[in-house]
C-alpha cells in the first residue's frame, strides 16, 4: 500500500488527487464509488471536494443514493424479519430526496448537483455523472435494483472504496442476484401505486471476500484508505464463494436478516443467473 501522508493532518483536495492519479485513474474509467469522509480525519472543503474529483477524474462515476425511509411497509405483506415497527413518514421519493443518513455525504452532494443524473427506484436510487450516466441508471428495475453494477461490469468498470470497507460495496449485491441468492420482498411506491420490489442480505460480512481478491490497488490518505477493485473480479468471485457455499457472506448477527435468509436456505436450493448485459 502506498503511504501518501501521515495521520493527524488535515486532508486537501490536492491530496486526494494525488490518490486518485497514484491508483491510475485516468479520466477513462467508469466507476462505482462509496465513501466515508469521517475515516479520513478532516477534510477542507468537505465532500464537494471528493465530488467534484470523482467528476473529473472518471469517464462515469455512480454512486448509491439509498433512501432506505421511502419504503412502505404494509401489514398484509410483512415477513419475520421485518422490523415490528415502521419507520417514521418522511415524504415520498423524488429527485432531491435527501440520502439515508448511513449512506454519507458525498453521494448526497452528488444529489444536490443539479448536473447529475439519478435514478427513479423510489428507495435504492443511484445517482451519476459522466458519459454513461444515462445508460447505467436506466438499467435498474424494480426486479434488479443493483443492475447499474452489472452496467459496470459490461464496462470493465472499477469500485472505489473511499474510507470504507466491502461492507459498504454494493457491487457485490449485484454478484449475490447472479448467484441466485434468495432475496427478501420489500414494497415502494412508485407511479401513486403499491409495487414490490427486492432488497438483499445485509453486508456486514461482505469483508470475508477480500482475501480472494487479485487485482487491488490501495492508496492511505490522512488515516483512511482509498481502494480500487475490479467491478468484474468483485462479481465473479461473489458468484463464485456462494455457488459453493450459499451462507459464505452472510454475518452472524443474531438479530439481522441474514438470520432469516439462513432459515430459508435450509430448505431452497439457489441458482445461479446468467448475466444478461445492460449496456451495449
Known amino acids: 500500500m502506498l503511504h501518501l501522508h501521515r495521520r493527524n493532518r488535515t ?35 468537505g465532500a464537494e471536494i471528493l465530488s467534484e474529483l470523482l467528476k473529473s477524474h472518471t469517464a462515469t462515476v455512480v454512486m448509491p443514493a439509498f433512501t432506505y425511509y421511502t ?20 415524504g415520498s421519493f423524488h429527485r432531491f430526496s435527501r440520502v439515508s443518513r448511513d449512506i454519507g455525504k458525498v453521494p448526497q452532494a452528488l444529489v444536490d448537483d443539479p448536473e447529475v443524473l439519478r435514478s427513479n427506484h423510489p428507495a435504492l436510487s443511484f445517482v451519476a455523472y459522466g458519459q454513461r450516466a444515462e445508460d447505467i441508471l436506466n438499467a435498474q428495475t424494480l426486479r434488479e435494483p443493483y443492475a447499474p453494477a452489472g452496467a459496470l461490469y459490461d464496462l470493465a468498470g472499477k469500485v472505489l472504496l473511499a474510507g470504507v470497507d466491502h461492507t459498504s460495496n454494493t457491487t457485490i449485491h449485484y454478484g449475490e442476484y447472479l448467484a441466485g441468492q434468495l432475496e427478501l420482498p420489500r414494497y415502494v411506491i412508485q407511479d401513486g401505486k403499491l409495487q414490490s420490489t427486492y432488497f438483499p442480505n445485509c453486508s456486514a460480512g461482505f469483508q470475508r471476500i477480500e482475501r480472494h481478491l487479485i487485482h487491488k490497488k490501495s492508496v492511505k490518505v490522512g488515516a483512511g484508505v ?5 467491478v468484474q473480479e468483485l462479481i465473479d468471485v461473489t458468484v463464485m464463494l456462494l455457488s459453493k457455499n450459499p451462507e459464505a457472506l452472510l454475518c452472524h448477527y443474531s438479530g439481522c436478516r441474514c438470520q432469516y435468509v439462513r432459515s430459508l436456505l435450509k430448505f431452497h436450493h439457489i441458482s445461479a443467473r446468467t448475466h444478461q448485459p445492460k449496456v451495449l
Not at 71 to 88: K, N
Not at 226 to 230: N, P, Q, R, S, W
Open 11 to 45: 486532508v486537501t483536495a490536492s491530496d486526494f488527487q494525488q490518490a486518485l492519479q497514484a491508483l491510475g485513474l485516468s479520466g477513462r474509467e467508469h466507476l462505482m464509488a462509496h465513501a466515508s469522509l469521517s475515516a479520513f480525519g478532516y477534510v477542507h472543503g
Open 71 to 90: 419504503l412502505v411497509w404494509p401489514e398484509a405483506y410483512r415477513t419475520p424479519e421485518w422490523p415490528p415497527h415502521p419507520p417514521g413518514p418522511m
Open 226 to 230: 482509498l481502494a480500487l477493485y475490479d
